[in-house]
C-alpha cells in the first residue's frame, strides 16, 4: 500500500496552466505506475494521464494530449501534473492513482486514491 496526497489545485482563467503535484509514502515509489484521474459534477471519473514507474513510458487521454504532461520524481516520491492551455471542460477534482500494475491507456485501474485536488477553470 501507498498514501498519496494531492496538492496545486485552484482557480484559473482559461487559457491559464496550474501544476499539480502527488506525494507518496513509502521507499517503492519507483514499484509503482502512477497516474491521473478527474471527476466532473455528474460525470465519471476518467483517466487523465499515466507514467511507468522508471518514468520511461507514459500516456494521455486524447483529450488532454498536448496540453497535459505528466512526469514524475522518484528521488523525491512524487508525480506531476503540469497542466497548460487550460479549457473550462478540465474543471474537475483530480485524482492520483498508483498502482504496481501498468496498463498504457484508460483501461488502468489503480488500486490506491489520494483525497483529490479540485480544479476550477473560469471561462
Known amino acids: 500500500q501507498v498514501q498519496l496526497v494531492e496538492s496545486g489545485g485552484g482557480l484559473v482563467q482559461a487559457g491559464g496552466s496550474l501544476r499539480l503535484s502527488c506525494a507518496a509514502s513509502?521507499?517503492?515509489?519507483?514499484?509503482?505506475?502512477m497516474g491521473w484521474f478527474r471527476q466532473a459534477p455528474g460525470k465519471v471519473r476518467e483517466f487523465v494521464a499515466i507514467i511507468s514507474g522508471a518514468g520511461s513510458v507514459t500516456g494521455h487521454a486524447d483529450s488532454v494530449k498536448g496540453r497535459f504532461t505528466i512526469s514524475r520524481d522518484n528521488a523525491k516520491n512524487t508525480v506531476t501534473l503540469q497542466m497548460d492551455s487550460l479549457k473550462p471542460e478540465d474543471t474537475a477534482v483530480y485524482y492520483c492513482?498508483?498502482?504496481?500494475?501498468?496498463?498504457?491507456?484508460?483501461?488502468?485501474?489503480?488500486?490506491?486514491w489520494g483525497q483529490g485536488t479540485q480544479v476550477t477553470v473560469s471561462s
Open positions: 492513482g498508483a498502482d504496481t500494475r501498468f496498463t498504457y491507456g484508460s483501461s488502468w485501474s489503480p488500486s490506491n
Open positions: 513509502g521507499r517503492t515509489f519507483s514499484t509503482y505506475a
